[in-house]
């Protein structure tokens, strides 16, 4: 038995529940992972699974073990990393999710540059907007804007991201210009509604313009999960959109957007990028998160003030 891949499979057992689901984002097989577990409890004379025909949970020795193993293949990972042809060179695959529109405009763009700086490291790039489970899905980290909706997950804050509200010209020219707020909400118009992975109903916008505050909910023709989807029913003239910046900077440029009430500022949208808290941050990983700071320092300049909200799509 090679008692590192038996702790690792052991560890990914415990954190996804289920051999399968281990077996798969460790890429080896059911077997091989059971066949692991098994030797490492017969090592220890300890059991350190239950099994059920649901679920896997680790046992009362199972979870001190996992809690000391979690750590021990951190450290080790940690000395090989030190080493300095591994500092200068990180290497392995790396598993990311990021919203549709931000790898479509932000970040495929610039990962020439990335992969020159890091030409051993192969990115798994997710484009979504959907809930993502790191753990289960082995995933390294996401990128997501607006308030996290899981508090436990460890999060490095990349930017504030401008919001403006736009509508096509072919919308303008049918329902009219709004002149204030107001009309999103009273049935003269009607905007364009994002879900994304939240449930509940849609959150309100915040508007100020000097001492004048407004909270507009809107009236939703259609609600869409995906970011592209969302700037795509605006520019057909389905409706009214909320938008950070970046993604209207081109539509607006082209006369296929037009920003409404510029005299009002609406609150910015955080954007983080999130990990498991038990996860050790791999130096690939802590290379990816720098690259990425400094990427969104670059595409979106500090805002202030940076009050947090929910907002549409990153």
């Known amino acids: 038995m090679d008692r590192i891949d038996a702790m690792q499979a052991f560890v ?15 890429q080896s097989s059911r077997t091989r992972v059971t066949q ?20 896997v949970n680790a046992t009362a020795d199972g979870a001190a073990y996992y809690a000391r193993v979690v750590r021990l293949l951190a450290d080790l990972d940690d ?7 591994a500092s200068e060179a990180p290497r392995g695959r790396l598993r990311v999710d990021v919203p549709a529109p931000l790898a479509r405009l932000v970040l495929v763009p610039a990962l020439p540059d990335f992969h020159a700086r890091y030409p051993d490291i192969q990115l798994d790039l997710g484009a979504s907007d959907r809930h993502v489970d790191l753990i289960d ?17 460890r999060a490095r804050h990349l930017a504030d991201l401008a919001l403006g509200i736009y509508a096509s010209p072919a919308y303008l020219a049918r329902a009219g210009t709004p ?9 003269t118009h ?29 009236r939703p023709v259609m609600s869409v999960d995906d970011g592209n989807a969302y700037l795509a029913a605006g520019l057909a003239g389905m409706g009214v959109l909320w938008l950070p910046h970046y993604m209207a900077r081109e539509p607006v440029a082209h006369g296929e957007l037009v920003p ?19 996860r050790h941050v791999s130096h690939k990983l802590r290379v990816f998160i720098d690259w990425v700071v400094d990427l969104m320092a670059q595409q979106a300049p500090a805002i202030l003030p940076p009050k947090a909200r929910e907002a549409p799509p990153a």
């Not at 000395?79 to 042809?85: D, F, G, H, P």
């Not at 849609?202 to 505050?213: K, S, T, W």
């Not at 005299?263 to 990990?275: E, H, K, N, R, V």
């Open 12 to 26: 990914r057992v415990v954190e996804t529940g289920s051999f399968t689901r281990a077996a798969e984002t460790l």
């Open 36 to 55: 692991l577990v098994q030797s490492l409890e017969a090592h220890l004379r300890v059991k350190l699974l239950h099994r059920t025909t649901r679920k």
């Open 79 to 85: 000395a090989e990393t030190s080493l300095s042809a």
């Open 137 to 153: 899905e082995n995933v390294d980290c996401v990128v997501r804007g607006g308030t996290l909706s899981d508090p436990s997950l």
């Open 179 to 187: 002149v204030h707020p107001h009309a999103l909400d009273d049935g």
């Open 190 to 218: 009607r905007i364009v509604g994002y879900r994304g992975s939240r449930t509940g109903p849609p959150l309100a916008y915040d508007l100020q313009r000097g001492d004048e505050h407004v909270s507009v909910h809107g």
């Open 260 to 278: 409404l009430f510029e005299d009002w500022q609406l609150a910015p949208m955080p954007l983080y990028l999130a990990f498991p808290p038990s």
